[in-house]
């Protein structure tokens, strides 16, 4: 009997052992945590701000992969001194089941039933435009605020889902700011970058700032972005911009032929925020009063000169690709030389476009063959090579004084003489 009872009285604990582990394991699953987490992104969309078409903002909100329970509801805030539009046709998304309207200068986002609410990974956009005018004309912060829940209705007060950070950008991308784009020569800040046929050319490293919708400059951004040069792209290397954490994005850029009023333009490629730089030009050689002549030759064909500026600089190139129809109505012709002259002043004189100079340019014997000095003839374009002027008069003849010919004659051993009175920057080409 003693065994007996022994035998029953272990076969109970067995048992009993079982019935508390399967507690066990019911209560750890019931436990398991929910995870809520999102990430949301707003930026500006095109167009851009003004009184008769004011600012839109996209807003992207996401329900991460990390979570294990749908997303709802959210309420998104603009910051302070930003009006939304009321109007219920400017608040929209294009997602199914989810509605979008602004109450209180909040734009409410709702879905109708859990049938649409965002499962985990997936997201939506919606839109919102600023009242009229579209932006503040100050503003301390351009940061937006978000809040969201899990319930369809944002009712509750369990249900809070938390903000990531780290793959969320509450402060959109606003604009673009160049610093001038030069180069300073001899203390002298010319709008000019060497190109690299220059001697001893220093690396041109212009730089543009990303800035926030409340001007300020947008830390954290870089990009992505496209840049353009306005030049001829066959003749320049461009790169960047490359981004610091504090929004400067610095370029680089390796010009090779001269050209004149050319600019950078930097895109944002998600946004398509754009903007140009001031214009620039890139040339061979670049001159201010401390030089007594400002010469430039390309190779043993042409020597360009003129007389160095008495304040701010003058620039000189050559650009062999510019189309030239110098006296040949619309038909291109080869220049002498096989190349035209740019040549460029800038902030010479209080008045910089009433500026007259000489400059006097020399083609080789073997560039410009044996014939007589006057059966060349000499055209400018003032629009980078896109037209051209008749042939220059001499100045005897144009009672000017003002773009035409000073001289023109055979020097010793044979070169080409032709000096120039100009005013502005043209190009210019002889045949």
Request: hydrophobic share 35%; net charge neutral; glycine share 10%.
């Amino acid at each position: 009997m003693k065994r007996f009872g022994s035998f029953r009285y272990a076969a109970g604990v067995v048992v009993l052992g079982a019935l508390v582990a399967a507690v066990v394991a019911v209560a750890t699953a019931q436990a398991a945590p929910s995870k809520k987490n999102y990430s949301v992104q707003v930026a500006v969309t095109k167009p851009a701000s003004g009184p008769v078409d004011p600012q839109t903002f996209t807003i992207k909100l996401t329900n991460d992969g990390s979570s294990n329970t749908t997303l709802g509801s959210a309420n998104i805030s603009p910051p302070g001194g930003f009006s939304l539009d009321t109007d219920p046709t400017k608040a929209t998304t294009g997602q199914a089941g989810w509605t979008a309207m602004v109450v209180g200068n909040v734009l409410q986002l709702r879905t109708s039933s859990s049938t649409f609410a965002l499962a985990p990974g997936n997201s939506m956009t919606a839109q919102v435009r600023v009242a009229s005018p579209s932006l503040p004309t100050t503003c301390a912060s351009a940061s937006w605020s978000a809040l969201v829940k899990q319930s369809n209705d944002f009712n509750g007060t369990n249900n809070w889902f938390s903000q990531l950070s780290a793959k969320s950008d509450l402060t959109p991308l606003g604009s673009f700011a160049w610093d001038p784009i030069g180069t300073t020569v001899n203390g002298v800040f010319a709008p000019a970058l060497y190109t690299t046929n220059a001697a001893n050319y220093p690396s041109p490293s212009p730089k543009v700032h990303a800035l926030d919708s409340c001007g300020i400059a947008k830390t954290g951004y870089n990009g992505p972005t496209t840049l353009a040069y306005s030049g001829e792209p066959t003749k320049v290397t461009v790169s960047g911009p490359s981004w610091t954490a504090s929004g400067v994005g610095t370029v680089s850029i390796a010009p090779t032929i001269s050209e004149t009023n050319r600019d950078l333009t930097v895109t944002d490629f998600l946004t398509g925020i754009s903007q140009p730089s001031d214009a620039f030009d890139t040339q061979d050689k670049i001159c201010t009063s401390v030089d007594i002549s400002c010469t430039w030759a390309n190779g043993n064909s042409i020597n360009a000169s003129s007389h160095g500026p008495s304040q701010g600089s003058l620039g000189v190139g050559f650009n062999p690709v510019v189309p030239f129809s110098c006296n040949s109505g619309t038909n291109a012709v080869t220049p002498l030389g096989k190349s035209v002259i740019t040549i460029a002043p800038h902030d010479t004189s209080a008045n910089a476009g009433d500026l007259v100079y000489q400059v006097t340019i020399v083609y080789s014997k073997q560039a410009s063959g044996t014939g007589s000095a006057n059966a060349f003839v000499f055209c400018e374009s003032t629009t980078d090579g896109a037209s051209w002027s008749d042939p220059l008069p001499a100045c005897s003849a144009s009672g000017t004084g003002v773009d035409c010919i000073v001289d023109q004659k055979r020097v010793t051993g044979g070169a080409l003489q032709v000096i120039l009175s100009l005013v502005g920057d043209p190009y210019v080409g002889g045949r």
